[in-house]
């Protein structure tokens, strides 16, 4: 594996995430091969690869939604918790929006967002409220608050999703395929919250079909094939002067 090119601003300070040696098996299948990655404060990594090359488990491994075989995750440089309440509180600080929305259907756009902060992180009903109501204003659907998601379009539940996430104020992001369910007229609205997010300062791991966020927003592009990760550079570097064969391969394909 090559080493990140891209500069630590600070750095003395530890990384937000490191990846040590996690391997993953389904049965016989090694979906997770000895990934070591370190993520930064602030960082955005964005996360490309043939299907089933194990981006989707890899997110959900930084969450604990799925278990490793072995190796450490490590978060602030504490390693993940197993279960309780700690487990609850690791998935507070880890964010993740799925492909698709998982909005509570019955619910309202306003109650989706203000739920878990009061049931996870035990904000007073009004202050999280209020906070529900800034996010959904900050993600553009602040006039939608009082509807349930199926009133919704897919871009606008999946941006109440985005919310939804950033009320828990998580540490990190996971995005796996967050525009890959939408109508494409959509999928730039999604993109342009994630891009702001990004410039807010938001540490964002993204898996994504979007080459156009990839080269605009990444800091890092992580390149993965059969369980490993096989290459990564900037965008700039990856996308005009991929190194791999697989990366090259992939690439001819897709742009
Ligand atoms: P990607 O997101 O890159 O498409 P995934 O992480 O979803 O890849 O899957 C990697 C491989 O692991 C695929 O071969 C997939 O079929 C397999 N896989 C994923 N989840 C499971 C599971 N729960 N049980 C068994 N195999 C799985
Ligand atoms: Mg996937």
Not at 77 to 97: D, K, T
Not at 161 to 167: C, G, V
Request: aromatic share 4%; charged share 25%.
């Amino acid at each position: 594996m090559t080493e990140s090119p891209v500069e630590d601003s600070t750095p003395a300070a530890a990384p937000l995430v490191v990846l040590s040696k996690v391997n993953k098996h389904y049965g016989a299948l090694h979906v997770l091969q000895d990934i070591n990655l370190e993520i930064n404060q602030g960082e955005v990594v964005v996360l490309i690869g043939p299907s089933g090359s194990g981006k989707s488990t890899l997110c959900r491994t930084i969450n604990r939604l799925e278990t490793i075989d072995s190796g450490t995750i490590t978060l602030s440089g504490r390693p993940l918790p197993a279960e309780g309440r700690e487990l609850a509180r690791l998935r507070a600080e880890v964010g993740m929006v799925f492909q698709g929305f998982n909005l509570f259907a019955h619910k309202t756009v306003l109650e989706n967002v203000v739920l878990a902060q009061v049931k996870v992180r035990k904000v007073l009903r009004s202050h999280a409220t209020k906070t529900a109501r800034e996010l959904l204003e900050r993600v553009g659907v602040g006039a939608q608050a009082d509807k349930y998601p199926a009133q919704l379009s897919g871009g606008q539940q999946q941006r109440v999703a985005i919310a939804r996430a950033l009320a828990m104020k998580p540490k990190v992001m996971l995005f796996d395929e967050p525009t890959s369910a939408l109508d494409p007229e959509m999928v730039n609205e999604v993109l342009e919250v994630m891009r702001q997010l990004a410039a807010d300062g938001m540490t964002m791991v993204v898996v994504t079909h979007e080459m156009g966020f990839a080269r605009s927003a990444a800091n890092r592009v992580l390149f993965m094939a059969d369980g490993k990760i096989v290459e990564q550079n900037t965008p700039e570097a990856f996308f005009t002067a991929p190194r791999s064969d697989r990366a090259k391969d992939f690439l001819s394909k897709i742009l």
